[in-house]
């Protein structure tokens, strides 16, 4: 495909990636298992490089309009872009993101490996304040889990401006809501376990660079990371994720007009203090009141699994506080909800069934 500028997301997550169309071809690409590879060859070693990549860093990169890089797993995808800046590197980080980002930045903070200034991504004026001698803006838009939206144009282009690298993790947006490198964005982190590859089968992350020559820089440094590391992608993996992205655009269309209704609902039911639903996206978060409520309502569904991660085809709810790490910008009541593809109505009712039944 030789401009998948032109084309949109939904064609371009059907159609990138694919062996040229020859005579005989298959129309998908091949699973290649294997460690290593006969000398004199494009390959050399399968912690290198790995056919089976290549498809799917070919589709993510187009998605973002950037150059992609498969990693074990979001966190991984994460340590590469931090493995980037030096000892003593200061990184601006939303106070309220993802818990594995910010328990890896308050531990190497304790450690003195680098400095973090935790931030509140919906003030930008504050964010643009931190941005001033710091090394590195991570972003996050929506939050994971308090659903905040980021005015990402906008601190993006001050914190360029302040000579800052900005990496956005644009999970729970996915690049058919928002494309950040279109922004200025230096780097795009997902975790492909999420969206992309959407059947709660797989752990694999992406980063994605700019397609200019500062981009092309980290992209060589973060793919030494990845050799020398050794946070590979398994090619069962990566395939698998590149036939789920193929069907992205259906699944996140439908799963987001479910979470419009599954919002509402949840905003006019008695027992729900608080709905956190962005207006655009997937997830919704609400808070009913206390902990032993937000447990009583996540083990009482049926439908919905009591089950961490989101992003799946299957609807999923936690007491997001549960979890190990979580900082403490949660509510303790708060259940986040990943609203999958399912009949609508079939969602409401068994959630509605939950919801009444909470305990006083
Ligand atoms: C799940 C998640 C991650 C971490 O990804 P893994 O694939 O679990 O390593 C990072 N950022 C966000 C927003 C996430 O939801």
Same mark, same amino acid.
């Given at each position: 495909?030789?401009?998948?500028?032109?084309?949109?997301?939904?064609?371009?997550?059907?159609?990138?990636?694919?062996?040229?169309?020859?005579?005989?071809?298959?129309?998908?690409?091949?699973?290649?298992?294997?460690?290593?590879?006969?000398?004199?060859?494009?390959?050399?070693?399968?912690?290198?490089?790995?056919?089976?990549?290549?498809?799917?860093?070919?589709?993510?990169?187009?998605?973002?309009?950037?150059?992609?890089?498969?990693?074990?797993?979001?966190?991984?995808?994460?340590?590469?872009?931090?493995?980037?800046?030096?000892?003593?590197?200061?990184?601006?980080?939303?106070?309220?993101?993802?818990?594995?980002?910010?328990?890896?930045?308050?531990? @190497?903070? =304790? %450690?003195?490996?680098?400095? #973090?200034?935790? +931030? $509140?991504? !919906?003030?930008?004026?504050?964010? &643009?304040?931190?941005?001033?001698?710091?090394?590195?803006?991570?972003?996050?838009?929506?939050?994971?889990?308090?659903?905040?939206?980021?005015?990402?144009?906008?601190?993006? @282009?001050? =914190? %360029?401006?302040?000579?800052? #690298?900005?990496? +956005? $993790?644009? !999970?729970?947006?996915?690049?058919? &809501?928002?494309?950040?490198?279109?922004?200025?964005?230096?780097?795009?982190?997902?975790?492909?376990?999420?969206?992309?590859?959407?059947?709660?089968?797989?752990?694999?992350?992406?980063?994605?660079?700019?397609?200019?020559?500062?981009?092309?820089?980290?992209?060589?440094?973060?793919?030494?990371?990845?050799?020398?590391?050794?946070?590979?992608?398994?090619?069962?993996?990566?395939?698998?994720?590149?036939?789920?992205?193929?069907?992205?655009?259906?699944?996140?269309?439908?799963?987001?007009?479910?979470?419009?209704?599954?919002?509402?609902?949840?905003?006019?039911?008695?027992?729900?203090?608080?709905?956190?639903?962005?207006?655009?996206?997937?997830?919704?978060?609400?808070?009913?009141?206390?902990?032993?409520?937000?447990?009583?309502?996540?083990?009482?569904?049926?439908?919905?699994?009591?089950?961490?991660?989101?992003?799946?085809?299957?609807?999923?709810?936690?007491?997001?506080?549960?979890?190990?790490?979580?900082?403490?910008?949660?509510?303790?009541?708060?259940?986040?909800?990943?609203?999958?593809?399912?009949?609508?109505?079939?969602?409401?009712?068994?959630?509605?069934?939950?919801?009444?039944?909470?305990?006083?």
């Amino acid at each position: 495909m030789s401009h998948p500028e032109d084309l949109a997301p939904a064609t371009i997550a059907v159609t990138s990636g694919r062996p040229e169309p020859t005579p005989g071809a298959p129309v998908n690409p091949p699973l290649v298992l294997t460690s290593t590879y006969v000398a004199d060859g494009p390959t050399n070693y399968a912690r290198v490089d790995q056919p089976t990549w290549t498809p799917f860093e070919e589709a993510v990169g187009a998605l973002e309009g950037g150059e992609a890089l498969v990693f074990s797993s979001g966190m991984a995808a994460t340590a590469a872009v931090l493995s980037l800046f030096a000892h003593g590197a200061i990184v601006v980080a939303p106070a309220a993101a993802y818990n594995g980002v910010v328990v890896t930045l308050t531990e @190497r903070a =304790a %450690r003195g490996d680098l400095e #973090v200034r935790w +931030v $509140d991504v !919906t003030d930008p004026d504050a964010v &643009l304040a931190a941005c001033q001698g710091a090394d590195l803006l991570w972003l996050e838009s929506p939050t994971n889990p308090l659903l905040d939206l980021a005015d990402l144009p906008t601190l993006i @282009r001050g =914190a %360029r401006e302040a000579g800052v #690298v900005v990496a +956005v $993790d644009n !999970t729970f947006a996915t690049p058919l &809501l928002q494309r950040p490198l279109a922004d200025g964005a230096d780097l795009v982190v997902h975790s492909a376990t999420k969206y992309l590859s959407g059947h709660s089968d797989v752990i694999l992350g992406v980063v994605v660079a700019a397609p200019d020559e500062d981009g092309r820089l980290l992209r060589e440094q973060l793919a030494r990371h990845r050799t020398l590391h050794g946070a590979i992608a398994g090619p069962f993996e990566t395939w698998l994720a590149l036939r789920g992205l193929r069907t992205l655009a259906v699944r996140f269309e439908r799963a987001c007009a479910n979470a419009a209704v599954i919002a509402e609902r949840c905003a006019a039911h008695p027992a729900v203090r608080r709905t956190r639903y962005p207006g655009l996206g997937a997830m919704v978060s609400i808070e009913v009141g206390s902990i032993k409520r937000a447990e009583a309502l996540a083990a009482t569904t049926r439908l919905w699994s009591n089950s961490t991660s989101l992003g799946g085809v299957e609807s999923q709810l936690e007491r997001r506080r549960r979890q190990p790490g979580e900082p403490e910008t949660t509510p303790d009541d708060l259940v986040r909800l990943s609203v999958g593809i399912e009949d609508v109505a079939d969602l409401w009712a068994d959630l509605e069934v939950a919801l009444d039944a909470l305990p006083t």
